[in-house]
C-alpha cells in the first residue's frame, strides 16, 4: 500500500528558494506540489510551475493566490515580510500548517506571524540550514557563558543577488 503525498503549497515559487523547492518537490514522491503563489503581476504568472523550474510541467499553475477549491496539507513561504503575514493569515483561516524561511521579518510581522499558532503549527527559521541553526545554538551558549566580556563582529558573504542583506541569519 502506498502513502499518501503531503500536499504542499510553495508561496514565493518564482524566487530562488520557491524554484529550489519546486524542484526537490518533484524529486520527493511523498510531496506533491498543489500551488505555486508568487506576488500578483509577476512575469511567469500563469505558466507551468514546473517549467519555471527548468523541469517538465507538473501541471500547477503560478498563481498570485491560493486557488479556490486546492487542499494543501502545509504551506512553505520563502517570500517578503508582507507577504508572510498574508499568507499567514490565509493558512489560519484555512487551517493549514506554515513554514516560514522569508528574513527581514520586523517583530510585529514576526508577532503577528506568531499569533497564528493558536490555531495552526507554524515554524519560523530565518535560515532552514542544519549547519547553521547548530550554531545559532551554539553562539547562543557563547554569548551566555561569556557575557559581556566578549566583542563580537558579525561578517556575512551572499550571492550579489541577495535581497535582504544583511540577513536574518546575521
Do not use: Y
Not at 489560519?92 to 516560514?100: A, K
Amino acid at each position: 500500500m502506498s502513502k499518501a503525498q503531503v500536499a504542499i503549497g510553495i508561496h514565493g515559487a518564482m524566487g530562488r528558494m520557491g524554484l529550489r523547492l519546486i524542484a526537490l518537490a518533484a524529486e520527493d514522491p511523498a510531496l506533491r506540489l498543489a500551488a505555486a503563489i508568487d506576488r500578483a503581476g509577476h512575469p511567469r504568472m500563469g505558466g507551468d510551475a514546473g517549467l519555471a523550474a527548468g523541469l517538465a510541467a507538473a501541471g500547477v499553475p503560478v498563481t498570485a493566490s491560493v486557488p479556490a477549491g486546492t487542499t494543501l496539507d502545509a504551506m512553505i513561504d520563502f517570500s517578503s515580510p508582507e507577504a508572510s503575514v498574508a499568507i499567514a493569515g490565509w493558512c489560519r483561516e484555512h487551517s493549514v500548517p506554515l513554514v516560514v524561511g522569508t528574513t527581514g521579518l520586523e517583530p510585529a510581522s514576526r508577532a503577528e506571524i506568531e499569533a497564528c499558532s493558536a490555531r495552526i503549527p507554524v515554524l519560523i527559521s530565518p535560515n532552514m540550514s542544519r549547519a547553521v541553526n547548530l550554531l545559532m545554538k551554539l553562539v547562543g551558549e557563547a554569548a551566555r557563558v561569556l557575557g559581556s566580556a566578549a566583542d563580537v563582529e558579525i561578517i556575512e558573504r551572499h550571492h550579489r543577488t541577495k535581497k535582504d542583506a544583511p540577513s536574518g541569519t546575521a
